[in-house]
């Protein structure tokens, strides 16, 4: 199980990325964190002529604050991602620690997590989740990918061949706001049979902006926007929640594949994102940590 | 000689070297020209296939050489194959066998998906990989046969168009009087199991370097194999060579668990290619091609039917099985019979009817694999036990003290043969003490107190038996060779090849208390066909009896050497000589010791005398044991099931087991943790899936789920010691054990746990998604 | 294509050609004969291969050699300094925590970094850090027994 042979790039500028982004097009794969795209080469179910390795770039290996958003450099490892958030974003710290095992999470990259946009994979779902985007960078400029635009299908982002995401902006909760991860896998660290993310603050004690996305059970993470409306100024009680999940439910397909039927993930994918917004809502008022 | 190391929890003599990275597997031998390998195996699970086109691949760079069936002819003998019925066997039972003809590299046809069709030698791994890829086939697909009842049908497409249906083993066999005990019973239960494929998965795959010196006409080959010497006898026949010029080295091997107790093409393929070529070959096996190409196991399905009375006294047991061989029949009776030996297990039952196929299928060939068709049978019968017990309201312990056998009626005789053709005598144990001794260790009495009060919370936790009976140590023997150097340290050989069981620290410690000698003036060398002449390997839990006791026979051997030198050198009588701490004196004058290497030396001529004694501190022996041991063991599980997600948590897990007597109790331990993990593997994540065209889904271990340590629970183990007449250390074999109960006492822990709605659990793995449709067509209904 | 890459491997510099497509692991197998890495799958899943790149544990079969151009690599050779066995490995002897020993390097690798991190771990976060590591002998309760009594012989 060797790599099939390949040319190498390592470039350190920008510019000289997108160049070979732009010459190689489909021909070409970035090489960033390497957990998904390595065992691809390995197997020979991937066969770039031309593999790019972003590594030696400069200045992609920040996490910069801002007032509403954190800016995610491409070059930044989940695991330091995931140290990062302990402090101060323990929803994200919540999603890492699912990923994969620590040795995994030491090289994968936040960004090439997203660009590599496995349905079953937690970080395009929180990206859902919290609204983020991705700053793509190309010859022709630059532009902001919301979350929503992103995600195609199955392993397939709307980026085009020669775009690099540079950085990944997570919007941060509002203060007060409350939040539930949950995800069933096979085993520990396996990606998520099915999996839920939920975000909502309480206003007058009515639920206000609740966002929830479901993982595992689409070609792409689902957004449950048609479940939120239906949350949205709803005392936050046990019935209001499994309206919305049950809603969310029906209106997934998910797919059947060696580990789970679509009625599992279907029915399952309601009972993460009842117990997600459980917690969610527990948070926001004050019960949890 | 006291028992001064065996039954001592002495750490292990090897761990050093692997701890340091030192130690050697066989993809870390290098030699000079090393050449490597990579296989062309077939996409397709049935297909015929005309000519490879090698032009491509051989004009590629690095390649040294394709070589294809045409090729390689004069070398390709059937692969060996085992497992015809002994003689006492053969006579009570009628068996249909038909053979089936494997060769190294297919002659034109391809039954299973990862057969080998070409195989390419390159200059590195890599580039022999790309010329692989390079080659070109014209292939004629077939239908492909994959799911084993249909395919066992009369109508079904055959893998052998000269056979009537596709069974390769089959066989009726029956004890006492079913039918009579089936007409007379208050209660019969009928009930339908079906255990998955799935397999040991060694970490370190399989590998083979092979060099031949034309100096001395000599083939060494290094194989990760558990079977040193019947990869020898099968070289012997595929080359034409005397065993003696054929030298296999089983160096450090990643595990085995039966894996690579199987004889496989590239054992032949390699040291071909390396006598084709001059030079030395190597061929490391990656984990794609293992997932195909190794041997897989498991797969039975068993339609079974009890009959009992009203107070749960099982009167009989029914039962039609049906095995999963894959593409070739390479081991006979073995898997078929094993499963029947063990299906009546601790149960006190007189009267028994099966009928047995064993099945090909397009599918990777399976053998035996920690249990050979134990799990499989013990999941079928104690699934069945606990239906039964449900059906007529008695609590999963109580039916099996009604019925388990205790150590007033041991030895007792299932009046049928065994595998060896000998008769099925239990020899030694006590199963219900076994069976109270977990019990408690579970508090499986207290926790049905709790278990109420949980469900009242909505929490659903089971608890979960099940109980074997395993014949352990089966012959015909295991060679050992014990000899002493000029320091009076000890070398011990065996062709009992360790793949991770300890036997350099087991096998010290039975010699050095048959020498008198310290544990550290002890080396065992296993796996060395060079070492010890005549061997047969580690496979079916039996270093321990059949190695274990040829080593004690052959030191007590040399001991009685160096007894009778010491005699003449201290003048004394040999029966008032005593060895201890590796000296040797007259009983109770300490002062007359004198170390083992005075004796020895003096057992050699000097200018001025003769030795002593005949220098000869050697001996060799092959320890013949009448029949198998028979170890036991109950398990209890404790879990918890989340109803909302199908999720099963294990709590805990208790293992009451009897390997007669103990020669390291850290060693066992950890054997019984090893089995235990693999179990769980079995009943909640493991398993070989294929699609209808018989081509693996489960081909990576991204798909295939071995247990992490997040997934397996503390395991507690209670050691009861009853010891074995049948070999002079009075041990029982222990390695495949541990592997045997989980799936069925796991899987009655979670009907257990959901005995409110009545769930029946009748297949592995019990994966979430399964769990969720069992509770849910039983919750809404 | 091949480069020439420099690495420092348990603390020794090394400078190599290497085919770009070859992986850590097969550099340091192959190119500088520290064997102790293993092999066990080549997808990243079985843990083998682990070794510590810049101190933190990475999957030797998922980085190309040339990316570990410059950086400094721990392997299990390196793990005994001066002869003297590492904590972690005594407590492996000393609690059964290896059988067949394949996993073992990978392991011992990922536990020394997790210690370095965590000196008072619970038995739940050893097991969670076990589980980036496959071992198919031990059923893992010795190891878990050993990593918990090595951060006890090595907590100040």
Redesign the interface.
């Given at each position: 199980?060797?790599?099939?042979?390949?040319?190498?790039h390592?470039p350190r500028a920008l510019d000289e990325t997108l160049g070979l982004l732009a010459r190689h097009g489909d021909e070409a794969k970035i090489?960033a964190g390497?957990?998904s795209l390595?065992?691809l080469?390995?197997?020979?179910l991937a066969r770039p002529a031309v593999?790019v390795?972003i590594?030696r770039m400069s200045g992609l290996g920040e996490i910069r604050e801002e007032d509403r958003q954190i800016a995610v450099g491409a070059l930044v490892r989940q695991?330091r991602l995931e140290v990062w958030a302990q402090q101060g974003f323990p929803l994200l710290a919540d999603a890492l620690r699912y990923v994969?095992?620590?040795?995994?999470r030491?090289?994968g990259t936040v960004a090439g997590s997203l660009a590599h946009a496995d349905p079953a994979a937690e970080l395009p779902a929180l990206l859902v989740c919290l609204e983020g985007s991705v700053v793509a960078r190309s010859p022709a400029g630059h532009r902001e990918v919301r979350a929503r635009e992103l995600f195609v299908s199955h392993l397939t982002t709307s980026l085009r061949p020669d775009e690099l995401i540079t950085e990944v902006r997570l919007p941060r909760l509002h203060t007060g706001a409350g939040w539930g991860f949950l995800e069933?896998a096979?085993?520990?660290?396996?990606f998520a049979?099915v999996g839920a993310a939920a975000v909502v603050s309480l206003a007058d004690g009515r639920i206000a902006e609740p966002r929830v996305a479901l993982f595992g059970c689409g070609a792409t993470p689902v957004r449950a926007s048609r479940a939120e409306a239906i949350l949205a100024g709803q005392p936050p009680t046990p019935e209001a929640v499994v309206a919305a999940a049950r809603d969310a439910a029906g209106a997934l397909a998910p797919e059947s594949d060696?580990?789970?039927?679509a009625?599992?993930r279907r029915?399952?994918a309601q009972?993460?994102m009842v117990r997600a917004l459980g917690l969610a809502i527990g948070r926001a008022r004050g019960n949890g940590p | 000689m006291g028992a001064r190391y065996v039954g001592a929890a002495v750490a292990r003599v090897e761990d050093p070297r692997y701890l340091r990275g030192e130690a050697r597997y066989v993809d870390d031998i290098k030699l000079p020209g090393l050449l490597h390998a990579a296989f062309l195996r077939s996409p397709h699970a049935h297909a015929r296939f005309r000519g490879v086109d090698t032009a491509r691949a051989a004009a590629m760079p690095g390649v040294v050489r394709v070589f294809t069936f045409a090729d390689l002819e004069p070398f390709l003998k059937p692969l060996p194959v085992f497992g015809a019925p002994p003689p006492g066997l053969a006579e009570r039972i009628r068996f249909t066998i038909r053979p089936t003809v494997q060769y190294a590299l297919g002659p034109g046809i391809a039954r299973y998906a990862g057969e080998i069709v070409a195989m390419v030698v390159a200059d590195s791994r890599a580039r022999a990989e790309d010329a692989a890829e390079a080659l070109e086939v014209e292939w004629e697909p077939l239908p492909a046969v994959v799911e084993m009842v249909a395919a066992a049908r009369p109508e079904s497409p055959r893998l052998y168009p000269d056979w009537p249906d596709n069974v390769a083993v089959g066989f009726t066999h029956a004890i006492g009087d079913a039918d009579a005990a089936f007409g007379a019973a208050d209660v019969v239960l009928e009930e339908r199991f079906r255990i998955q494929r799935y397999v040991g998965m060694p970490i370190e795959p399989r590998g083979v370097v092979a060099a031949f010196d034309r100096r001395d006409g000599t083939l060494t080959t290094w194989n990760s194999t558990q079977v040193p010497h019947f990869v020898q006898q099968g070289l012997a026949t595929a080359l034409g060579l005397p065993p003696g010029r054929i030298r296999v080295v089983a160096p450090d091997v990643g595990g085995g668990f039966g894996t690579k107790a199987a004889g496989y093409p590239e054992d032949a393929l390699i040291p071909i290619a390396a006598l084709a070529l001059g030079r030395p070959v190597k061929w490391s096996e990656d984990r794609r091609e293992h997932m195909m190409a190794a041997a897989h196991a498991r797969h039975q399905v068993h339609e079974i039917a009890l009959a009992a009375r009203r107070d749960g006294v099982i009167l009989a047991v029914r039962d039609h099985i049906w095995l999963d061989l894959g593409a070739y029949s390479g081991w006979g009776i073995v898997l078929p019979y094993n499963t029947v030996a063990h299906l009546l297990g601790p149960y006190r039952i007189r009267n028994l009817q099966v009928e047995v196929a064993a099945v090909v299928t397009n599918k990777t060939p399976s053998a035996p694999y920690r249990g050979a068709g134990r799990p499989e049978t013990v999941f079928a019968m104690d699934r069945a036990v606990d239906c039964l017990a449900r059906r007529i309201g008695l609590d999963p312990a109580e039916i099996r003290r009604r019925n388990y056998l205790g150590a007033d009626e041991l030895p007792w005789d299932l009046g049928m043969p065994y595998r060896d053709g000998n008769p099925l005598v239990y020899d030694s144990g006590d199963f219900r003490s076994a069976l109270e001794a977990a019990l408690a260790a579970a508090g499986y009495a207290e926790f049905r107190g709790a278990q109420k009060r949980l469900r009242e919370r909505g929490i659903y936790q089971g608890i979960g038996i099940s109980g074997y009976v395993e014949g352990t140590g089966i012959g015909p023997f295991e060679g050992a060779t014990v000899r002493l150097d000029l320091a009076g340290r000890v070398s011990v050989a065996t062709g009992a090849a360790s793949a991770g069981q300890g036997h350099e620290t087991t096998f010290a410690q039975v010699a050095a208390d048959a020498l008198g000698v310290p544990l550290d003036w002890v080396t065992v060398v296993g796996g060395d066909t060079a070492a010890v002449a005549f061997g047969v390997g580690t496979f079916a839990s039996r270093s321990a009896v059949n190695a274990g006791s040829s080593v004690h026979e052959a030191a007590t051997a040399v001991r009685a050497k160096l007894v009778r030198a010491a005699a003449r050198l201290l003048e004394a009588a040999p029966e008032d000589l005593t060895i201890e701490d590796g000296r040797v004196s007259v009983r109770g004058a300490p002062g007359s010791a004198v170390a083992l290497a005075q004796v020895i030396q003096a057992s050699l001529p000097t200018f001025a005398r003769a030795g002593v004694a005949a220098p000869d501190f050697e001996a060799t022996a092959c320890h013949h044991v009448p029949t198998v041991t028979w170890a036991s063991a109950v398990h209890v599980v404790r879990l918890q099931v989340d109803p909302e997600t199908g999720v099963v948590t294990l709590l805990r897990y208790v293992v009451a087991h009897d390997c007669g007597k103990v020669i390291n109790p850290r060693i066992v331990d950890g054997q019984v943790h090893g089995g235990v993990a693999q179990g769980i593997g079995g009943a909640l994540y493991e398993e070989l899936v294929y699609d209808e065209h018989g081509q693996l889904l489960t081909g990576s271990l991204m798909d295939y789920l071995v247990p992490t340590a997040m997934e397996v629970p503390p395991i507690e183990t209670v050691h009861l010691e009853y010891p074995s007449p049948r070999n002079p250390l009075g041990v029982k074999g222990l390695g495949e054990g541990g592997a045997i109960s989980p799936p069925a006492a796991i899987a009655n822990a979670i009907e257990d746990a959901l005995e409110p709605w009545g769930v029946r659990v009748t297949e592995t793995p019990v994966s979430p998604a399964r769990l969720l449709a069992l509770i849910g067509s039983r919750r809404t209904a | 294509m091949t480069r020439v890459i420099r690495v420092r491997v348990n603390d020794q510099a090394h400078e190599r050609q290497v085919e770009v497509r070859r992986t850590l692991a097969d550099f340091l197998r192959e190119d500088l004969d520290l064997t102790g890495t293993h092999l066990g799958c080549e997808h990243g899943v079985c843990g083998a291969c682990t070794v510590l790149l810049e101190g933190e544990p990475v999957r030797a079969c998922l980085l190309l050699a040339v990316q570990a151009d410059g950086a400094r690599v721990t392997t299990v050779e390196g793990l005994a300094a001066g002869g003297r066995l590492h904590p972690l490995q005594e407590a492996f002897r000393a609690h059964h925590a290896l059988q067949c020993g394949y996993c073992t390097p990978g392991i011992l690798l990922t536990a020394a970094a997790f210690l370095a991190e965590h000196p008072r771990p619970a038995r739940e976060q050893i097991r969670e850090m076990l589980a980036g590591t496959l071992c198919r002998c031990t059923g893992y309760q010795f190891i878990v027994d050993a990593v918990a009594a090595a951060a006890q012989a090595m907590s100040p």
């Open positions: 199980m060797k790599p099939a042979p390949f040319a190498y390592a090489l390497g957990q390595v065992p080469l390995n197997f020979r593999v390795d590594n695991r994969g095992h620590h040795a995994i030491t090289r069933v096979r085993r520990h660290g396996d049979l060696l580990h789970a039927t009625e599992y029915r399952v009972t993460l | - | -």
